[in-house]
């Protein structure tokens, strides 16, 4: 399909891009917080990649190739805002040490239709976009967008070995901090009293 | 050998995703045989992650598509000769 929108097919090139709409925005929006911003971002991300279709040379997924330049798009609109609070692009040491779970002595699933609930959702987008930078994406790129470590690596231009000590942080601060919220929205067992 | 619940937990990844070695992954499985705090701490784990990556979580503001591709289709003409 690329080749035939090099060849001037241009108007196939939103058929190209369908599947990848909701991944480039929600990257965005875990970057930057604010979704017009990270719709601004999204549509960025499409024109460059429109614009630069021509030096995608195959090596990596097209999905892959959009992370990056989404992730360039993120970045560089983080350095540009010149707001008071601004996330630090610095990536802190990875050696911080344990992140140690919330301990619990039972959980009791929470099913996927609680996500039906507005507080439940919210919750869960907090805890996400709550984490330290170098944790979020790396957490959104597996976790959410079900990329292989390799993909993830490779889009984020870091190790192997990296990717996954941070997943492992990630996934472990989401449990720490969601675990006993959760807890509290779990739906409530039905006690049948008998009369 | 045994493990104790703070070596579980650095494990706890790699398990739910099926990258332990056998012998690591033998000593996990044991100790969750019987630790009920990690077991809980596990399925708290997987159970978060399925809900994350739930496409509700995340959804597109209404009209995002329309708006994304009537500005690809402005580009697309500019672009044309």
Redesign the interface.
């Known amino acids: 399909m690329i080749a035939k929108i090099l060849a001037g097919d ?2 196939l ?2 058929q190209l891009i ?1 599947p990848y ?2 991944r480039v ?2 990257m965005a ?1 875990s970057f930057l917080h604010n ?1 017009a911003d990270a ?1 601004d971002t ?2 960025e991300t ?2 460059k990649a ?2 630069n279709l021509s030096s995608f040379r195959g090596e990596a997924k097209f999905g892959t190739w959009l992370v990056s330049i989404t992730l360039n798009e993120a970045r560089s609109r983080i350095r540009r805002r010149n707001t008071i609070k601004e996330e630090s692009l610095d990536e802190p040491p990875d050696d911080q040490g ?1 992140t ?8 009791r ?2 099913p ?1 239709e ?3 609930r507005k507080e ?2 919210l919750l ?2 907090q ?2 976009t709550g984490l330290p930078l170098i944790y979020r994406e790396v ?1 959104q790129l597996r ?2 967008d ?1 990329l292989s470590v390799n993909e993830a690596a490779a889009a984020l231009g870091i190790s192997i070995a990296a990717v ?1 000590v941070r ?2 942080r990630a ?2 601060m ?2 720490k901090k ?2 006993p919220e ?1 807890k509290q929205v779990a739906p409530k067992r039905r006690w049948w009293a008998w009369s | 050998m045994v493990i104790d619940c703070k070596h579980v937990w650095e494990h706890i990844s790699g398990y739910l995703d099926a990258t332990l070695p056998p012998d690591v992954l033998e000593q996990v499985q044991k100790h969750l045989e019987h630790c009920e705090i990690c077991s809980a701490i596990l399925d708290s784990t997987r159970n978060i992650l399925i809900l994350t990556a739930d496409e509700r979580v995340f959804e597109l503001p209404l009209g995002f598509s329309e708006r994304l591709h009537a500005r690809l289709d402005e580009e697309i003409r500019d672009l044309a000769p």
Do not use: G, N, T
């Not at chain 1, 140690?100 to 959980?107: E, Q, V």
């Open positions: 241009s108007q090139f939103h369908r709409e909701r925005y929600v929006l979704e719709e999204a549509q499409f024109l429109f614009r344990h140690s779970p919330y301990l619990l002595r039972d959980w699933e929470i996927s609680a996500l039906e439940v959702r869960l987008q805890a996400i957490f976790d959410i079900q996954k997943l492992h996934r472990m989401l449990q969601l675990a959760l």
